[in-house]
């Protein structure tokens, strides 16, 4: 069974502190892992996928990278309007859905 | 830019009734899926549609519970008998034809409360 564990529940920042999220999975066969972005009351916002180990990608402030065991979204130098709930998500195991983690939330103070 | 588009949004419902929503999907997205959240956790699958045939149900999605997508184009997803339990989101999703690496885009959601 896919299994996705994410760390912290919740980070509270300053504007501009540089921190990283981080995203451990269990999977039979990764066929992407994915990093949504979501606001209250609204549906997950698709923001990257990675598929293989040691691939990065880059949005804005946003980066994730991609191990064997782990992913990582670094949020560099962020702002009050990156304040969210990140959720990571794997598709592999000969499942077709996506198995979520709970998420992290993250709350950016000016 | 047309996304998946879910309706309603919100709706209250007493325990016992029925409630049904509806989801279109991206255009020509063959891959149509429905999950629920419910608060501090993270989206739960509960099935998915190759066109019009359903090819997968998640043990979540109990009798009282049954999704169409006549046509292959819009879903719905019918609760029957509703119990306070069921109180969550519902998220529908959609994505293009291909393995299950593909990227799949997420509605706003259809927020259920059983009172």
């Known amino acids: 069974e896919d299994q996705v564990t994410q760390s912290p529940e919740a980070l509270r920042l300053q504007e501009g502190e540089s921190s990283s999220l981080n995203c451990s999975y269990t999977v039979s066969g990764l066929r992407g892992l994915f990093w949504y972005r979501q606001d209250p009351g609204k549906g997950p916002e698709f923001l990257f996928t990675?598929?293989?180990a040691g691939e990065e990608k880059e949005k804005e402030r946003l980066k994730a990278t991609l191990t064997k065991k782990e992913s990582f979204l670094h949020i560099t130098a962020p702002k009050p309007e990156d304040s969210a709930t990140y959720l990571c998500a794997v598709a592999g195991g000969g499942a077709d859905g996506l198995t979520f983690g709970k998420g992290t939330h993250l709350i950016i103070q000016p | 830019d047309t996304g998946v588009s879910q309706d309603p949004r919100h709706k209250i419902t007493k325990r016992g009734q029925n409630v049904t929503f509806r989801c279109d999907p991206i255009?020509?997205?063959?891959?149509l899926y429905w999950y629920r959240q419910t608060l501090g956790q993270g989206p739960e699958f509960l099935t998915y549609f190759q066109n019009e045939a359903q090819l997968e149900k998640s043990r979540l999605l109990s009798d009282r519970f049954s999704a169409e997508r006549p046509k292959g184009s819009f879903s719905t997803l019918e609760i029957q008998r509703t119990e306070q339990g069921d109180s969550a989101m519902y998220l529908c999703?959609?994505?293009?034809?291909?393995?299950?690496?593909?990227?799949?885009?997420f509605g706003e959601g259809s927020w259920l409360t059983v009172v």
């Open positions: 255009s020509e997205h063959n891959r």
């Open positions: 990675l598929y293989s």
């Open positions: 999703a959609s994505t293009p034809q291909g393995d299950s690496g593909n990227t799949i885009y």
